[in-house]
């Protein structure tokens, strides 16, 4: 079945440590995104790329890194420098019609202990 | 910029109930529009969609009509159920703006429907 994948489901991180989240997607489709949630609010957008190799930062961006060597995988780091990281990350992915819809991933929720 | 602007949530009904969420938008050019579902702890779901004015998208009983000349796209159901419980995102997609940016989500609106 095509989707999208992300991994774990549930990350536990110590305050100072990076931690990197996976995104995989077996739609084929160009663009993919980052997206933080916190509780009771909206998406904001984190990363975005368009194409390997390329990405672009979003009204978040500070404190996190991606990369995107595989047209599959998109995965986030979210590095110590990001003073609040306690939060649902949500992937998802999209081809290049703009009539179509995104597809996400199940989330990742992510606590700083 | 583009803009989404929903209903204020905590929306709570009792089932069977008639369902209206309210979203209007503001776009540079001609968008794409689109409700998402988001169930606890998951992500989010495609609803439904519709492409240009005058479209209408429907899934699972829930309607909603594009209408450019109010700029609105409000989603209905005639009769809520308990499993509808969850929270709902309208969206849009401009071809307009150029950028992979075009998803421009509203801020979720909380639905509650009790037995």
């Known amino acids: 079945d095509g989707g999208i994948t992300q991994s774990p489901k549930y990350l536990f991180r110590k305050e100072g440590q990076n931690v990197t989240l996976s995104c995989e997607q077996n739609?084929?489709?160009?663009?993919m995104y980052w997206y933080r949630q916190d509780p009771g609010q909206g998406l904001r957008l984190i990363y975005y790329?368009?194409?390997?190799?390329?990405?672009q930062k979003g009204d978040i961006a500070e404190g996190y890194s991606v990369s995107r060597e595989k047209k599959e995988s998109f995965p986030l780091t979210v590095t110590s420098a990001q003073k609040n990281p306690t939060a649902f990350y949500l992937c998802?992915?999209?081809?290049?019609?703009?009539?179509?819809?995104?597809?996400f991933g199940q989330g990742t929720r992510l606590t700083v202990v | 910029g583009n803009s989404v602007t929903q209903m204020e949530g905590p929306v709570t009904l009792s089932e069977e109930a008639f369902l209206t969420i309210n979203c209007t938008y503001t776009?540079?050019?001609?968008?794409?529009l689109f409700w998402y579902v988001q169930y606890p702890g998951e992500g989010l779901q495609l609803l439904l969609k519709?492409?240009?004015?005058?479209d209408k998208g429907s899934n699972k009983g829930f309607e909603a009509t594009y209408r450019k000349e109010t700029t609105s796209f409000h989603l209905e159901k005639g009769s809520v159920q308990v499993s509808d419980s969850a929270v709902y995102f309208c969206?849009?997609?401009?071809?307009?703006?150029?950028?992979?940016?075009?998803?421009?989500f509203g801020s979720g609106t909380q639905l509650t429907v009790l037995p």
């Open positions: 776009a540079t050019g001609y968008p794409s």
């Open positions: 739609l084929n489709h160009d663009a």
């Open positions: 969206a849009l997609s401009d071809r307009a703006s150029g950028s992979a940016r075009q998803l421009t």
């Open positions: 790329s368009q194409i390997v190799n390329d990405f």
């Open positions: 998802a992915s999209r081809d290049g019609d703009l009539n179509t819809e995104a597809f």
């Open positions: 519709a492409t240009k004015a005058d």
